[in-house]
């Protein structure tokens, strides 16, 4: 229970950058150019993370890293970018706030992790915090912004559960290498569309340049890290619920920065959101399985089970024998 703790902990890291970024990028980074804004981000992530692990895809890995780099890098940071324009953000992350239950529908099939009825009402919950938190019904919503975050949550949440499948497949290959390959895989795919469509780099400030920085190492290197992380670890209906602090940690943001004032119903849905992720909490599943675990015979083929009670290492014969 203890373990699944940090995990939880570490996986929250993701959401909370992610939901700081959307500052950044509105206040400091510039609006017109998403290709190249996207660009800037994943790269310097991906070489960063690249120079700490000094691994390089082996195998089907390869073909995969650029899979999982168009999903969960080119065409997801792009649609988030676009989406960030046209939508207020209350709206935006709202459309996102979908996305924990759009999770457990594709890891059902694809990782074969069934949602358990409480992942399913603390997503209920947690969207229903979130609308309480965001939505005024005061905001003019662009329809292509709708689609575009839509879009958005979609692909992100195909190419997380396909991240999770293959590296469940892969034992030998750790997070951080391959977290690492989809960065610089999703960069490569953009650079040259952004030399295309938008042409030559911007020029930026030193604010920018500083604000880039912060996205590409704090909202992108170490969010992916620890997301990626979790999905390897945890549940993807536990992750995917841990992901609603993204918009909660806009509206706190908000208050520190820009000196908003949370309102009643604001604080309702708070709760809301709060209560959503602690009910896909994985510490129940975790001392039930204990539980089962103990009223068990060890003899699942692991070293404790290959050792007689003076420690001595068992052969096959041994372990149908019962002590005199």
């Not at 209350?90 to 594709?106: D, F, K, N, R, Y």
């Not at 469509?197 to 909202?219: C, H, I, M, T």
């Amino acid at each position: 229970m203890e373990a699944n703790a940090r995990w939880v902990l570490l996986t929250a890291v993701a959401p909370v950058a992610w939901g700081t970024n959307y500052f950044v990028t509105h206040e400091f980074l510039p609006a017109d150019r998403p290709l190249y804004g996207a660009a800037l981000r994943a790269l310097p992530a991906g070489l960063a993370l690249l120079a700490l692990c000094r691994r390089r895809p082996r195998g089907a890995w390869w073909w995969r890293s650029a899979v999982l780099g168009l999903l969960n890098v080119s065409v997801f940071f792009v649609l988030v970018y676009v989406a960030s324009q046209l939508l207020p953000t209350s709206v935006a992350a709202t459309v996102m706030a979908l996305s924990p239950l759009t999770m457990m529908l594709i890891a059902w099939p694809l990782v074969s992790e069934r949602p358990r009825t409480a992942h399913l009402a603390g997503a209920a919950i947690g969207l229903a915090g979130v609308c309480l938190m965001l939505l005024t019904g005061a905001e003019r919503v662009s329809v292509r912004g709708v689609l575009a975050s839509a879009a958005a949550m979609l692909v992100s949440s195909f190419g997380h559960i396909l991240a999770k499948r293959w590296s469940t497949w892969s034992t030998d290959t750790d997070v951080l290498a391959s977290t690492a390959w989809q960065l610089t895989a999703g960069s490569l795919f953009l650079l040259p569309a952004a030399a295309v469509v938008e042409g030559p780099p911007p020029a930026l400030s030193a604010s920018a340049l500083l604000a880039f920085g912060y996205v590409a190492l704090v909202a992108t290197a170490l969010a992916f890290a620890a997301w990626f992380t979790g999905l390897r670890r945890l549940p993807a209906g536990t992750v995917g619920l841990i992901g609603l602090l993204n918009p909660v940690t806009g509206v706190l943001l908000g208050t520190v920065v820009a000196a908003e004032v949370l309102t009643g119903r604001q604080l309702c849905g708070l709760a809301l959101v709060l209560a959503g992720v602690a009910l896909g909490r994985p510490l129940r599943a975790g001392r039930r399985g204990g539980l089962r675990a103990s009223a068990r015979p060890v003899s699942d083929g692991s070293p404790a089970a290959a050792l007689t009670p003076d420690g001595r290492r068992r052969g096959p014969r041994s372990r149908r024998r019962t002590e005199p």
